[in-house]
């Protein structure tokens, strides 16, 4: 099988319209990424996914969906506005700028390839300023945030009251985040805009070790069941120098990328720093209340802390698969059918209105339920050829036999196997498979 590399998919990706660059037709921001209609389900799929995981099958765990703009205050008390840096260095010769801890030779400037002109590094703060209202002041200055976690601490009062929680539980939340990014790049994989999926973990502090095994574990198992290669997936412990400010253990679910291991999810044992800082800066007591010990105490903190658009980018990496096939080569992208754009083509033998007829009426019957694709384009075999690079499982076929035996070709994705199914059975035939 040939290589994946990075081009590969992201031209699959510009071709077939899952993912377009922000301002593409101003020449491009490079930071920042439109999701088109193939892309906007995929990263729909990937967070629904991620929804029913961590949400709607757990007894113990609830959803959020906080603000993007919060008081300055919150990132005061988070530590982000002191801390959230990352070491910034330029180069006198090109003047291009990197970030130090990413450099390959820290003496040598990897754009113009020029050693000894890089400047001593600075701190860059990473997130990303605008402000409030008509005036550009220092009191008006907020920060798009850099994470959706500061959204559940902040919130972790109103929902434990009001939804009558009891240790442990969680809340998760999935949504936009930005960090100025010195370096974006790789494609969708570091962006200065992207989504998060995130879910905070409130334990007693002596469970804390222990739900971190377990959540270690369900994430990596999550990327598996959804098709992922476990030969691709590993977990990585953070070392002491790699720890966030927040964090007293961290471990990464790491991916094999088309450039080498590199990070997917952050898992990290947060203890309870946000819940006193914020004690500490709004003055509001977020200790819990145990009414069976009648003790008062900070929970700790278990985060699972996933990217949405960098999990997309993963799914997508490790489903594509190039095949030859009777001495021809095809490209099949073979995602979880939970995860892919379309469910089911329908793809009517030829233009005639005899067979689009019939495909229309089915193609709206099954769009109910699935996503549809109805493609009347083109040679059947070019089309097969396009759902299998978009990664739709089934293809329906509707043929001049039709008209006779009231019956369509179903063609499985990634066996090519055929079977005729009566039209009246089409859903039922995918219901047993798609769920
Ligand atoms: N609340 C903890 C937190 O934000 P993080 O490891 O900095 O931890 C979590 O971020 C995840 O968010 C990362 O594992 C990654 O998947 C995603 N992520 C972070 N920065 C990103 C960026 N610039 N572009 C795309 N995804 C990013």
Redesign the pocket.
């Known amino acids: 099988m040939a290589e994946v590399t990075l081009d590969t998919i992201s031209n699959l990706a510009k071709r077939r319209g899952f993912v377009f660059q922000s301002s593409e037709i101003y020449g491009g921001l490079r930071s920042a990424y439109d999701y088109g209609p193939l892309g906007a389900e995929l990263l729909r799929n990937v967070k629904a996914e991620w929804w029913h995981t961590m949400v709607q099958i757990r007894p113990d765990v609830v959803g959020l969906d906080s603000a993007i703009i919060q008081a300055r205050q919150v990132w005061q008390a988070s530590g982000h506005e002191e801390v959230f840096t990352d070491p910034m260095v330029e180069c006198r010769n090109c003047n291009s700028r990197h970030r130090l801890d990413k450099l390959e030779d820290p003496s040598q400037c990897p754009t113009c390839g020029v050693r000894g002109e890089l400047t001593d590094p600075r701190n860059f703060n990473l997130m990303l300023r605008t402000h409030m209202g008509p005036v550009e002041s220092e009191e008006n200055l907020v920060y798009l945030r850099?994470?959706?976690?500061q959204g559940i601490f902040i919130n972790y009062e109103s929902i434990r009251r009001t939804n009558r929680l009891k240790l442990p539980f969680g809340i998760a939340q999935i949504g936009k985040?930005f960090?100025n990014?010195i370096t974006?790049g790789q494609f969708?994989?570091?962006?200065?805009e992207?989504e998060?999926m995130?879910m905070e973990f409130f334990c007693r502090p002596e469970e804390a070790d222990q739900w971190f095994e377990y959540w270690r574990e369900h994430r990596f198992q999550w990327y598996v069941d959804l098709g992922i290669d476990p030969e691709n997936l590993r977990l990585r412990a953070h070392e002491n120098d790699e720890l966030?400010h927040y964090s007293a253990g961290t471990a990464?679910v790491e991916y094999r990328f088309p450039w080498g291991w590199d990070?997917?999810?952050?898992l990290?044992n947060r203890t309870d720093f946000d819940l006193r800082q914020h004690t500490e800066h709004a003055g509001e007591d977020l200790r819990y209340f145990d009414q069976e010990s009648d003790e008062r105490f900070f929970p700790y903190v278990i985060?699972p802390?996933?990217?949405a658009?960098?999990?997309m980018f993963a799914f997508m990496i490790d489903a594509y698969t190039e095949e030859m096939v009777n001495d021809e080569s095809r490209v099949v992208l073979k995602l979880d059918h939970r995860l892919a754009p379309y469910k089911v083509a329908v793809l009517p033998l030829s233009k005639k209105d005899e067979l689009i007829q019939p495909a229309e009426k089915l193609a709206e019957s099954l769009r109910r339920r699935w996503m549809v694709e109805l493609d009347v384009t083109q040679s059947i075999g070019r089309r097969y050829r396009r759902q299998d690079e978009i990664g739709t499982p089934w293809c329906v076929t509707v043929d001049f036999d039709t008209l006779e035996d009231n019956a369509v070709t179903v063609r499985d994705r990634d066996t090519m196997d055929q079977d005729r199914v009566s039209i009246d059975g089409v859903e039922d035939y995918l219901a047993a498979r798609l769920g």
């Not at 850099?146 to 976690?149: L, R």
């Open positions: 850099p994470e959706t976690a985040a960090r990014e974006p969708v994989f570091r962006t200065r992207f998060q995130e966030s990464d990070e997917l999810e952050g990290a985060e802390a996933a990217g658009t960098r999990a």
